[in-house]
């Protein structure tokens, strides 16, 4: 009995499967038909938006290609608007399921950034995850970008901003929830880490690039001086391939939009650049007030994070010292007093060996069981007592709280939030304590 009702179970079984195959019931996304967005850079002229959409260029396996991606460039009068573009000019229809990356040009951090990030919250397909950075210069000329890490100048991004650089502290990275969270919260503050794009020192064969005083490259036809496009003044779409793709990306788009592009004589190579996000832009109200420089930024994150296998450099009688931090853990205390002082109290403690010298030492100093000199963890701990000052005293003057000391008055001392919310940082006492030891 039992084998016969099992019959009856695999041949419905049967019958639902072969259902699903014939009707196409799951609706697979038809990529011929659609804009995959990689990353979106936001640019601003007065109250009109600039954005870069960088989109994924589908290629066939058969033919051994890396993965391309090509720039569209639109306008409008919102984010939404000016994305809509895309589908009007060129058939794709947007999705931003895949969008892993928000580049913020220099205009649109001068206002609330939150006049473009607010449809990326509403859009039910964006992740949260994605992550967000600020830019000097325009959210355009960083997607343009070539670069020698990937031919996807969003995937060389996205690796500088990974997990990994968190850890090591060498970026202090955001993502849309974070950023929301902390725009959103009572202090109305946040951070974003700065992309800027660098000089190679030296080119794939040997050569050495341009350097500071050399001559820079001649900008590509049809481009201005900051890499904006000049064919179109006001047009609402402007067309950018990425350096490796550009005859696939002109095949893969309507003739209207890559007809204008195979035409004329051929353009320059690019200059190669690398990213880096050592900068740390604060923001208050949604709009940038502040910069930290990329020691600062370290400092903050040795604070707020929790390092693993971090390079930290300092010097002790003149001679550079580059210590290994294999982990610390930190506290930011914060309470108001039985005289009504509002006090923050930091504290840092690492364990941490040295990891090279600008000099070199003999085989007993070379061996792990070496203790650091003292001196070595005493300049290193003040001169990371200095750089922690110095983050809160940014954060002070430009009332961008980045240790989250709003957030605790209103949480744990709520009868003194209505008077002390809108100066906290102005009335707060600040203690620092650094406490290295090594690792034996």
């Known amino acids: 009995m039992h084998s016969k009702h099992a019959v009856r179970y695999y041949l419905v079984l049967t019958a639902l499967l072969l259902f699903f195959y014939f009707s196409n019931d799951f609706g697979l996304i038809d990529i011929q038909k659609s804009a995959l967005i990689l990353a979106v850079g936001i640019d601003r002229e007065d109250t009109e938006f600039i954005v870069t959409a960088q989109i994924?260029?589908?290629?066939?396996?058969?033919?051994?290609?890396?993965?391309?991606?090509?720039?569209?460039?639109?306008?409008?009068?919102?984010?939404?608007?000016?994305?809509?573009?895309?589908?009007?000019?060129?058939?794709?229809?947007?999705?931003?399921?895949?969008?892993?990356?928000?580049?913020?040009?220099?205009?649109?951090?001068?206002?609330n950034v939150f006049d473009a990030l607010?449809?990326?919250?509403?859009?039910?397909?964006?992740?949260?995850?994605?992550?967000v950075a600020a830019c000097e210069g325009t959210a355009k000329a960083i997607l343009d970008t070539a670069t020698p890490i990937d031919p996807i100048s969003s995937v060389a991004a996205g690796k500088v901003l990974s997990a990994h650089a968190e850890k090591v502290g060498t970026v202090a990275p955001s993502t849309l929830r974070e950023f929301s969270i902390g725009y959103f919260s009572a202090a109305r503050s946040g951070s974003l880490p700065v992309l800027k794009p660098e000089k190679l020192q030296e080119s794939s064969d040997g050569s050495a690039q341009n350097g500071a005083g050399g001559e820079s490259q001649a900008p590509q036809s049809g481009e201005n001086k900051n890499g904006e496009?000049?064919?179109?003044?006001?047009?609402?779409?402007?067309?950018?391939?990425?350096?490796?793709?550009?005859?696939?990306?002109?095949?893969?788009?309507?003739?209207?939009?890559?007809?204008?592009?195979?035409?004329?004589?051929?353009?320059?190579?690019?200059?190669?650049?690398?990213?880096?996000?050592?900068?740390?832009?604060?923001?208050?109200?949604?709009?940038?007030?502040?910069?930290?420089?990329?020691?600062?930024t370290f400092a903050y994150c040795i604070v707020v994070n929790k390092l693993r296998l971090a390079a930290y450099t300092t010097e002790s009688d003149g001679v550079p010292y580059t210590l290994n931090i294999k982990n610390n853990t930190s506290s930011v205390r914060f309470a108001v007093d039985k005289n009504a002082a509002a006090m923050l109290d930091i504290?840092?403690?690492?364990?941490?060996?040295?990891?090279?010298?600008?000099?070199?030492?003999?085989?007993?100093?070379?061996?792990?069981?070496?203790?650091?000199?003292?001196?070595?963890?005493?300049?290193a701990e003040n001169s990371l007592k200095e750089q922690i000052l110095s983050v809160f005293e940014k954060s002070r003057l430009s009332g961008c709280d980045l240790f989250g000391v709003t957030e605790r008055l209103r949480k744990f001392n709520t009868r003194y939030y209505p008077a002390y919310r809108e100066d906290i940082l102005d009335r707060l006492r600040l203690t620092v304590s650094v406490s290295l030891e090594g690792i034996r």
């Open 118 to 131: 607010d449809f990326f919250l509403r859009d039910e397909y964006m992740s949260d995850s994605c992550l």
């Open 347 to 379: 504290r840092v403690n690492a364990v941490a060996g040295i990891e090279n010298v600008s000099f070199a030492q003999t085989v007993p100093e070379l061996s792990d069981t070496n203790p650091v000199p003292e001196e070595v963890f005493a300049d």
């Open 229 to 296: 496009s000049q064919s179109g003044g006001k047009d609402k779409s402007a067309f950018s391939p990425s350096r490796s793709d550009e005859p696939r990306a002109a095949e893969a788009l309507p003739a209207a939009v890559s007809g204008s592009e195979k035409s004329g004589s051929a353009q320059p190579q690019a200059e190669e650049k690398v990213f880096s996000a050592g900068e740390t832009m604060l923001f208050y109200d949604g709009v940038a007030v502040g910069k930290l420089t990329p020691e600062e």
């Open 56 to 111: 994924a260029v589908p290629q066939s396996s058969a033919q051994g290609k890396e993965a391309g991606a090509v720039q569209l460039e639109s306008r409008g009068g919102t984010v939404a608007d000016a994305l809509n573009q895309i589908n009007v000019k060129t058939g794709w229809y947007p999705k931003l399921v895949f969008c892993k990356l928000i580049v913020l040009g220099e205009e649109t951090v001068k206002h």
